[in-house]
């Protein structure tokens, strides 16, 4: 079975950048999708990125266009979201989730999850 850990998280000011991970402990991450979704208080959880399972297409938010990137290193079972140009208004829960094969962009189309890290992003 699929169990995703998050890290990378932190307190951080604006402009600056942070790396997240998504790594399996169990199974391989090879055959999966992975999204990142980000959630905040009061608020649905939403799609940040998502990469396919070969890697080979990503899609990301409008909102994080152009500053975020997704990867992933199937070797090391590891998916990667690298977080530029940080905003203020990208302080989230970040969390991980994987399905097979291809992107979903609404979580209920996830059937595995990480517990999350926090992002915050100081003014």
């Known amino acids: 079975q699929v169990q995703l850990v998050e890290s990378g998280g932190g307190l951080v000011q604006a402009g600056d950048s942070l790396r997240l991970s998504c790594a399996t402990s169990?199974?391989?991450?090879?055959?999966?999708?992975v999204g990142w979704f980000r959630q905040t208080p009061g608020k649905e959880r939403e799609f940040v990125a998502g990469i396919t399972w070969t890697g080979a297409t990503t899609d990301y938010t409008d909102s994080v266009k152009g500053r975020f990137t997704i990867s992933r290193d199937n070797a090391k079972n590891t998916v990667y979201l690298q977080m530029n140009s940080l905003k203020p208004e990208d302080t989230a829960v970040y969390y991980c989730a994987a399905r097979l094969y291809y992107i979903r962009l609404t979580p209920r189309e996830y059937d595995r999850w990480g517990q999350g890290t926090q992002v915050t992003v100081s003014s």
């Open positions: 169990g199974r391989t991450l090879s055959a999966y999708a």
